[in-house]
């Protein structure tokens, strides 16, 4: 950046056509921040144009739709089918007819099981929902209030939330879905038919089929779920979130996958799985315990590296670890846990957090310990919280 | 990777490239299709048609160091083509004719400082009155932040003239933002 030319800018169009500004406005970055910040402390006379001209260049910025992305991922297999056309060679082409009638037949069976397959749960936002829910294959739905509830799928086709048994329609089919909606401040632990045990952190929802297919076990996540998956090599058990599909073989891991995350994170503690991205069937990677693999929204990498993994597990036990975490990371999951807001001064960005909390307690109790570890101040307003320096 | 290479892996064969372009792209294409046509079918069918083309002739494909800038010219001329033939008729000048329909937001955090409100609305107002070239124009610029002359040829026009546009629009929203308060306080009276 070259003082320079800026200092020859005098209207706001001046700063809104360069590149360089523009580029900054839409792009921040700490070290650019830093750069005009002296800028405009040098030249106050320019505080006006410049300020315009950020405005306009952010109101510039349009309110995108909704973009339909299983149709995305269905483009796309036909893209890719149109790479691989078979020739059609009319000399032999009788002979070998019926063979090509199957081969096409034998394709569009797989790309209909795909297409069934890759459907993802539609997603309703937890937090309108102030009770956890269950609803059923059928439709029907169940409301508990429970901080903790205990949902058993027994091997009967039955369903039990809290110990109230639900006897479910005998007309089950591997196609239909039972899903678990679980709000902010709530947790559930859950049992499947097969004898695999989940936790289910607040703010999440699972989903899964009122009876497994034979050759596999699926779930749908999308926040943070603990497993502990009962091994079975002829059924292998997948988790699927929106972005990361990971294959278990018998094992206990983490995963989280919140939608207003922007990481996908999975956390191994024993056994073996391999994850990899979803939609696009690149090559999955292979973790050993104790490796955490995270996918970034942002730019679609999986990275690889090792962590404590008690620091992912703990939720299940009621406490929370940290090590050096940013506070406001920190209170994300606070937020999530116990359901209240809680709001961050600015310049506290760069806070760290290390220790150990217990959920049992109440948040105002927490946040105390917080404050007192990170040296921050804890203000109560109507129920919400606010941390200051 | 730089774009170059990506694109020169694609048209070598790997499929990996394929998938990384795929990823990276078809979601802006469909934002951008949106803002022609209300029809998503047809955005569809065009992102469908203009890949399965790249992928069949890929060989024959020329290079390009901005990916993003060769999709958007390809998929631009497929859907108007294809909607022109919706119509069943021909325009003369078409881009005119199709309307590049954006909502815009104003940002949260700026409304909240409460003597910027009346600049805001009017700064607002003003961005809905661009022509459609323009804010087609101004999408390219400060959304794909494509240069003027990768714009000029999506836009098929001359790069000049692509910058008058953006200059003219640009000015357009700064008076408005800077403008006389009684004209203001008489548009918003008319409005209560």
């Known amino acids: 950046m070259e003082t320079e030319k800026f200092i020859n800018y005098q209207t706001t169009e001046d700063f809104i056509l360069d590149k360089e500004f523009s580029y900054w406005v839409l792009h921040p970055d700490v070290e650019i921040d830093l750069f005009w910040e002296s800028f405009i402390n040098d030249h106050p006379e320019k505080k006006t144009q410049f300020r315009d001209a950020i405005l306009i260049i952010k109101s510039l910025q349009p309110i995108q739709q909704e973009v339909p992305q299983e149709k995305l991922d269905v483009i796309f297999q036909k893209v890719q089918l149109a790479g691989k056309k078979i020739k059609f060679n009319w000399n032999v082409g009788l002979k070998y007819a019926a063979a090509i009638a199957i081969l096409i037949s034998v394709g569009s069976l797989i790309y209909l099981s795909f297409q069934t397959k890759n459907q993802f749960p539609i997603e309703v936002a937890s937090e309108m929902f102030l009770k956890g829910k269950v609803i059923l294959a059928d439709g029907t739905t169940r409301e508990f209030d429970t901080e903790q509830t205990t949902i058993v799928n027994n091997t009967t086709g039955n369903l039990s939330i809290n110990s109230d048994t639900i006897n479910v329609s005998s007309e089950q089919t591997t196609s239909t879905l039972i899903q678990v909606i679980i709000p902010y401040g709530k947790r559930s632990e859950i049992t499947l038919a097969d004898g695999t045990h989940i936790w289910l952190n607040s703010g999440s929802q699972l989903s899964y089929p009122s009876k497994f297919e034979s050759s596999s076990r699926e779930v749908f996540l999308s926040g943070e779920a603990f497993f502990e998956v009962k091994a079975n090599h002829d059924q292998p058990f997948y988790v699927i979130t929106r972005e990361v599909k990971i294959k278990v073989l018998g094992t206990s891991f983490n995963v989280s996958s919140y939608v207003e995350d922007n990481t996908v994170q999975t956390v191994l503690l024993k056994g073996k799985v391999t994850a990899g991205k979803n939609k696009l069937f690149a090559s999955t990677i292979e973790l050993i315990p104790g490796e955490r693999l995270t996918y970034d929204k942002n730019n679609s990498n999986l990275l690889k590296d090792k962590v404590d993994v008690q620091l992912y597990s703990s939720w299940v036990k009621g406490y929370l670890v940290f090590r050096n975490i940013p506070i406001t990371e920190v209170f994300t999951k606070l937020e999530r846990y116990y359901n209240r807001q809680i709001s961050v001064e600015d310049g506290l960005g760069k806070t760290t957090f290390s220790g150990k909390l217990d959920l049992g307690e109440n948040l105002k109790t927490v946040l105390t310990n917080i404050a007192f570890a990170a040296s921050v101040n804890v203000e109560e307003n109507n129920g919400s919280f606010i941390i200051k320096k | ?192």
């Open chain 2, 1 to 192: 990777m730089s774009d170059s290479e990506i694109w020169g892996r694609f048209k070598a064969g790997d499929s990996d490239a394929l998938n990384l372009i795929y990823a990276d792209y078809s979601k802006k294409l469909y934002l951008f299709g949106l803002k022609l046509t209300p029809n998503h079918t047809i955005v569809e069918d065009s992102i469908q048609d203009l890949f399965s083309d790249l992928v069949r002739n890929r060989r024959k494909l020329g290079d390009t160091d901005n990916i993003l800038f060769y999709l958007l010219k390809s998929f631009k001329r497929r859907l108007v083509r294809q909607l022109q033939k919706e119509k069943r008729y021909n325009f003369k000048n078409m881009s005119e004719d199709f309307v590049f329909n954006i909502t815009y937001s104003i940002e949260h955090e700026i409304i909240q400082k409460e003597n910027t409100i009346f600049k805001l609305q009017s700064l607002h107002q003003a961005i809905n009155q661009l022509t459609p070239r323009q804010k087609e124009a101004v999408y390219l610029r400060f959304t794909e932040e494509l240069e003027y002359k990768e714009m000029a040829e999506i836009m098929e026009m001359s790069i000049e003239a692509c910058r008058n546009l953006i200059c003219k629009a640009i000015k357009s929203l700064k008076d408005a933002l800077q403008g006389d308060t009684s004209i203001l306080l008489f548009i918003l009276r008319k409005l209560v």
